[in-house]
């Protein structure tokens, strides 16, 4: 069973490894959690981000939820935002493909096109 | 939604919505009345009684973006699909109860589902907001709060990547525990 004490022995660690004091002005992903959002599917998505933050170390991303986005048909989305850059929406989203998308896009800096709101439209 | 975790994940944003600092969800599986009683308490703006009468209406939102909200509207229909219903209690300034009720023996009752997932995906996403959870089974009695981990952690973010996943662990394990091994 989980207990409390834990918490204290992660706060050791993660003192130990991060400096609290930064701002977090990186990279921020929104994903939408609307009912639609989570009837097709948001929170695997979701999870699917923290994981991949938490397995990669990622410090200066933050996975975040907003309403429904609009386009109900193409949920789950999520929308990537890169300091400098423009927004990248992302539609239809799974687990699999989140991982492309922070392998690529969010580490590499390169967005997985085929992935995206303009690539859905051409369908 | 397949299942009530989800409805739990979806309910929790009109809570976020009328900003809510604390949030307290329960699920009871009261098995001798043949009942599974959920409830999602918050502390936010609440609403008027004319208000209330509204909410479960599909074409009722408060949204201004587009003029339908299916929240309340869905879990009414599964819950008296299942010989139960949604009650709404709400006071403005006070805050709102949903307490929605299901014949825990129904054929149609949605199982539980990941209510391990949908915690962390809350705390995750809101950091700035303290969530209760209980889970009441024949056999015992999980009880997560945000409150005591944040006196644990000091000055570490809550949505801190570790300790979202004790969260998710602490809340998974803690519901088997209480489920006798088999899911429900």
Same mark, same amino acid.
């Given at each position: ?21 930064k ?20 929170r ?9 933050v ?10 975040t939820?907003t ?5 109900c ?5 999520a ?19 989140v991982?492309r ?23 | ?57 599909p074409?009722?939102?408060t ?5 339908v909200?299916?929240g309340?509207?869905?879990?009414e ?5 299942c ?9 403005p ?6 307490k ?15 209510i ?21 089974t024949?056999? /015992?009695? !999980? %009880?997560? @709060?945000?409150? &005591? #981990?944040r006196?644990r $952690? /000091?000055? !570490? %973010?809550? @949505?801190?990547? &570790? #300790?979202?996943?004790? $969260? ?10 209480i ?6």
């Amino acid at each position: 069973m989980k207990s409390l004490k834990e918490l204290e022995e992660i706060r050791q660690r993660a003192l130990e490894s991060v400096n609290l004091r930064k701002e977090r002005n990186g990279t921020r992903v929104v994903v939408g959690m609307g009912t639609c959002g989570i009837a097709a599917g948001a929170r695997p998505v979701l999870l699917a981000f923290l994981e991949e933050v938490k397995k990669r170390n990622l410090q200066d991303v933050i996975v975040t939820q907003t309403g429904c986005i609009g386009v109900c048909r193409l949920e789950p989305m999520a929308e990537v935002y890169r300091p400098g850059e423009e927004k990248v929406t992302y539609v239809k989203l799974t687990p699999e493909k989140v991982r492309r998308i922070v392998a690529e896009h969010i580490v590499n800096g390169r967005p997985v096109t085929e992935f995206t709101i303009g690539a859905a439209d051409k369908q | 939604m397949e299942d009530i975790s989800l409805y739990i994940l979806d309910l929790v944003q009109n809570s976020i919505a009328a900003a809510a600092t604390l949030i307290e969800v329960s699920v009871i599986e009261d098995v001798q009345n043949d009942k599974l009683i959920l409830s999602i308490k918050d502390n936010g703006q609440g609403m008027d009684s004319q208000t209330v009468k509204k909410v479960t209406d599909p074409f009722y939102t408060t949204r201004t973006t587009r003029k339908v909200g299916l929240g309340l509207a869905l879990v009414e229909a599964a819950a008296q699909a299942c010989g139960g219903g949604v009650y709404i209690f709400s006071q403005p300034g006070k805050g709102t109860e949903v307490k929605v009720e299901f014949k825990y023996n129904h054929i149609d009752r949605p199982p539980v589902g990941k209510i391990d997932e949908t915690v962390a995906a809350l705390v995750a996403c809101n950091p700035s907001i303290d969530f209760v959870y209980t889970h009441i089974t024949p056999v /015992g009695r !999980l %009880r997560f @709060d945000s409150r &005591e #981990v944040r006196q644990r $952690i /000091g000055d !570490l %973010r809550i @949505d801190h990547p &570790e #300790v979202v996943e004790w $969260i998710r662990e602490y809340i998974r394990e803690g519901i088997d525990e209480i489920s006798g091994g088999g899911g429900v």
